[in-house]
């Protein structure tokens, strides 16, 4: 079958202690620390085996994250932007959606032509903070197109009890446009986990802000739309995402570098503030410091976007003003997965206009160089089109 394959040399910087775990295991908790001259091509691999837990999936839809546009891009010394977890070679890609078309001996609930989406956080269920009931901090974690294999190739491998069924979303949307909204559903699961189980939501009619309008921060958008925020403002650099971030439903839209962000809310706010800021820029350094200054009271911060990056606070801003700050990492348990794609089939979260561009999985390279524009909501890979739905689309986007 074929793969989009990534590979990149073990090189620590000169300043970076490496691990005994790392050096047992050949990963990388700090990936941006080690890994250097990354190389993404498309490969023949054979079609992966199953395990009696496990089924096998045909591909049919992947999203490109933007956890994969920093595995291309590079610093000047040349290692790779992700600061996460990470052991290459690995097959890259871990949004996505596909078709059952084998299952092991001990599978029960799922059968060959299932559709499907899936986790990407493999945890292991009896480490501590797995049986504690925190599976995105577990100690043995895996994560699909990370530390395994991913699903930017036509069939993938993977435990049952990390796949949902689609069903709903695709009678709601038709098979095609179907399996790539549902390929959305682990980084609107990734919002929904920071918005919803770690920060504990806002109530309907509260003001929330939302820095980035990347596909993150685009989904945070939609679900505070869906959830009932009485306004959503969201700040954003690249002018096709701030139209895209009215499209699924903020209020007001602004260019950060044209206004001072806490002004801003506190205008529209009549100088209460704001309840709720998502920060999905992966720049906290900036937009933090922003939040800080336009905190209503009781208000709420939330930290998706990551960088290695600390960020000065004045904590007694927090204390005067009841306010909490979260971190949060991963979508696992808590009822994230089955509660988006309730939504999505529903119709209430239509996330289906950040779909900006579709590619043949052989075009993948040039689908993540694309994408490090800045412009694009989600660029969807098809790893099973052939050679003329690919042309198709191609003359499509030519004459777009």
Known sequence: MKALVLNAQWDPRPDY???EWEKETGKAITGSSIWRYPKLEITEKPVPEIGPDDVLLEVKAVGICGSDMHFYETDEDGYILYPGLTKFPVVIGHEFSGRVVEVGKNVTDLKPGDPVTCEEMIWCGHCIPCRNGFPNHCTNLEEIG????GAMAQYIAIGAKYCWK???????FGEEKGYEVAAMTEPTTVSYNAMFTRAGGFKPGAYVAVFGAGPIGLAAIGLAETAGAGMIVAFEVSQKRRELAKAVGADYVFDPREVKAHEVLMDLSKGEGFDFHVEAAG???????EMEKALAINGK???IGRAPKRVPLYLETFQVRRSQFFGAQGHSGHQNFPNVIRMVASGRLDLSPIITARYALDDAVEAIARLTKREDGKIIIHPDWTKEEAAKEKELVAVA
């Open 146 to 149: 990370f530390t395994i294999d």
């Open 166 to 172: 689609i069903d709903g979303i695709l009678e709601r």
């Open 17 to 19: 202690q490496v691990s």
């Open 301 to 303: 911060i939330v930290q």
């Open 283 to 289: 720049v906290p350094h900036i937009t933090v410091l």
